[in-house]
Every structure is written in structure tokens, then in C-alpha cells.
């Protein structure tokens, strides 16, 4: 089964609140964590990630956090803008032999930001 | 700014018939993804290439799907018959290398199985 997994589908936030998207993980063997932003009719794109051996990360507008201890990370987008609005995609990128890293992906969880 | 490439965007198929999506990813990327992903889910990876060479084809269902990339560079991915669960996003993705680099995706061929 999958290991990685969100606890919400769907999450609807006023623009310029802050909106907090949870995802839960299985397997602690991951060596990155990363999470991707997929709108409408295109492929996912990179927002941030973080090192399993890391408890925070900030980018611009964003700060993924990790609880390894309760096997939580979480991605808070800060004063969330309609472009935010999209599906919001939690992944583990662990060693699969060699050099080479393999993606899981979760679930998913639908961000609306409303105007 | 690069990108990849996927062609046709859309594809409505009848099942039994033959399908081929066309990936051409960001050039000197050596590493090629195929992702497939379900309405609702995250991306699964079907196949991935270093150069021409297959390193995972593990998800792959090897009795409908093959996929080539001849020349290290653009790759084809083909399903032969199509069923009616195979609609989906085919998604590519690209990476400088397998070594943990970011990986860039496609928008994507929406695939409709009739």
C-alpha cells in the first residue's frame, strides 16, 4: 500500500489567510520529503522540500515542517493568494539502489483559496 | 525558460485499439520518467530511463505497455490494446540525473478509453 497519505482531500481559505495542508507518512526510510503543486491541465511542479534529518524548511510564502516522531509533515502557505488554488501533492523520495531515488506520491489535497 | 514536452494533450481512444504518447524532455536531462496518474490520486511511476537504458520498469504492466527511448533523448510510450482502466494522465518528467535531482514534469496526455 501507499506510505504516504493526507488526512484532508479538500481544504477551502479566504484569501490572504494562512492555509496549513497535513500529510502522514509510513516509512521512515525517506530521505527527502517534497511537496509539488498541480493546477489545472498541468503536470506537477516542485514548491519545496526538506531532508528527513531536518525539522523545518522556509521558502518564499512557504515552511514544510516535520514530525518524524508522530510521522507528520505539513506545508503552510502564508497570506494565500487564488493563484494558490491548486492540488497540493506530499511525496517521499527514498534511495532505491545505487544513485538512484524513487518518488511516492500521496493522495492529494484540493486547495481553494476563495476571493 | 525549458520544459518538457507532451504530445497529443488529449487522446480518446476506442479499447483494443493501440495508443502512443511522445515525451521530449529538457534538454541534456539524462533521466526520463512515465508517470500514471488516476483522477484524484498522485502521479505512479510506470518506467524510468537513464539515457536509453530502462532502471525501473517494475510498475510497469509489460503484457500492454513498453516504452522506448531509442536515442537517449525523446520517448515513446505505447499501450497495445487499450482497456478501459487505462484512462488517466500519462505524465513525463525529466532530471539532470537518477542522483536525486529535481525532476521537471510535462503537462501531461489525457488518455479517455471508450
Known amino acids: 500500500g501507499e506510505s504516504v497519505g493526507l488526512h484532508l482531500p479538500t481544504l477551502s481559505v479566504q484569501e490572504g489567510d494562512n492555509s496549513i495542508i497535513n500529510c502522514a507518512y509510513s516509512n521512515s526510510a525517506s530521505d527527502y520529503f517534497i511537496w509539488y503543486k498541480q493546477e489545472s491541465g498541468k503536470g506537477p511542479q516542485f514548491i519545496i522540500d526538506i531532508r528527513s534529518n531536518m525539522d523545518k524548511r522556509q521558502g518564499q510564502r512557504v515552511t514544510v515542517l516535520l514530525n518524524k516522531t508522530v510521522k507528520h509533515l505539513s506545508l503552510q502557505i502564508a497570506a494565500t493568494q487564488p493563484g494558490d488554488s491548486a492540488v497540493y501533492f506530499c511525496a517521499e523520495k527514498k534511495n532505491s539502489g545505487g544513485s538512484n531515488y524513487k518518488l511516492t506520491f500521496g493522495k492529494g489535497t484540493l486547495l481553494t483559496v476563495n476571493p | 525558460e525549458a520544459e518538457v514536452a507532451q504530445s497529443p494533450r488529449y487522446k480518446i481512444t476506442e479499447k483494443s485499439q493501440a495508443v502512443a504518447f511522445w515525451c521530449d524532455p529538457i534538454s541534456g536531462h539524462a533521466t526520463l520518467y512515465w508517470y500514471r496518474q488516476i483522477l484524484g490520486q498522485g502521479p505512479e511511476l510506470l518506467v524510468q530511463?537513464?539515457?536509453?537504458?530502462?532502471?525501473?520498469d517494475s510498475q510497469l504492466p509489460k503484457d500492454r505497455f513498453s516504452a522506448e527511448r531509442l536515442k537517449g533523448v525523446d520517448s515513446t510510450l505505447k499501450i497495445q490494446p487499450a482497456e478501459l482502466g487505462d484512462s488517466a494522465m500519462y505524465l513525463c518528467a525529466s532530471s539532470l540525473s537518477s542522483g536525486g535531482y529535481e525532476q521537471y514534469f510535462g503537462p501531461g496526455t489525457r488518455l479517455t478509453v471508450t
Open positions: 530511463f537513464q539515457d536509453e537504458s530502462v532502471v525501473d
